[in-house]
């Protein structure tokens, strides 16, 4: 393990429960705990986060309306704004951004919260803090796998629905309308098929994903390629598809929803983990059908572009920027190393974070010093002035003297006004 300068954090380095397993936190869920560390609502937190990088702060928009814990661009920002703020990686595990470009939003989000009891009673029974996992905002997820019972979405005690988050106060496990215990639930026993989705989606959410926008196109190819020998018509029809859809995914840029990837994994024998991780290669369908036998020619995995950087190397790269000369902003880092600025944040916090300060430190003096430097050239041109017996001058007489650089110094005319007054009284 390395250890890099970590400046201190704005808010709580909380740890958010389960990434790289099924029972991961959602985002939603992660705030509403952040938010109670520092005593404050969820409502006061996103607003002051929202403030904090001069964002509008609208009253009447409340903080569970957001897309939080989905597959969107929004989601993805909060996740890297609170990895920024809390110094704690990897917050966009808590949603499901990390496959917005693999897996279209119809069908995606549920219509109501859904919880499973038996996950918060475990978590009270075992002294853990209970909290909401991210597969019970996934849709098509209807039963808990670990628990083999189907997902509730009404209180025990007061019989009301949508009441495990929408609040500006939030004690995830706990009814936002009457205070109850939500794992108080009775829950029906799970139906084989049911479970059968709640542990793929599971195993998905437990792995990021590494096919890239890029490969999502080769990797459907491959996926037709297999499951219908490469013939579009053949594989729509065998597995439900319409051939539109089908056509859609193929020359549109159409995204499969999960509902989609469900049908290929499961007529396909292959994990949606396996399938998102590019791992197809070594894919053998089920039962092979007769048309299967026929050679399929080149490798079908052939230009599936992997994302998987090196982050061991990108963060010994940012480490190395944190000595050059000139400090270095953390744009210009984004740009060197081909990575999203967000996700410096997101994967390697420290060092963003640590080259960050350092270029802002570097900011600030450089402007003190430009500062310095413009008000010695306006006494400078004033005393000339004088010297030379004129008695009125104006900052605009003084800003035509100056060159052209300094000019352009942000207010500038400011800084004249100021000097020139403290240099003539
Ligand atoms: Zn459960
Ligand atoms: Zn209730």
Known sequence: MHRTPNPRTTLHALPPIGIGTPEVESLTSYIARLAHSHSMTAQKLTDWVLDHFGEEVCAKYAWHQRSLSGASDQSELWASRLAELTGVENLDRLTLSPWQHLV????????????????LAEDREEGREPYLRLAWDVAPVTVCSKHRVELVSTCPHCERSNVR???????PGYCTHCGGFLGDAQAEDATPERLWIARTVG???AKAPQVSEEGRLPLIETVIERMACGRMTQFASRYGFSKSGVSHWLNNG????????????????????RLFAGEVEDWVMPIDPPQLSI???SSPRA???SRELDWEAIRAELRKMLLTLTPISISEAAQQLGVGRKHLYLRANAEARALAERHSRYRAAQGEQSRQKLQARIAEILDERLSDGYAGISARDVWEALDEDTRKAPHVFSHISEIMRSHLT
Not at 104 to 119: E, F, H, I, N, Q
Not at 259 to 271: D, E, P, Q, S
């Open 303 to 305: 230009g599936i572009v």
């Open 165 to 171: 988050n929408r609040a500006s106060i939030v004690v």
């Open 203 to 205: 195993q998905m959410l």
């Open 254 to 273: 159409g995204l499969p929803n999960l509902k989609a990837w469900l049908t290929i994994g499961l007529h396909g024998g292959i994990g949606l983990d």
């Open 104 to 119: 279209g939003t119809p069908g995606l989000a549920p219509k109501s919260d859904r919880w499973c009891p038996c996950c």
């Open 295 to 297: 050679d399929l020619g």
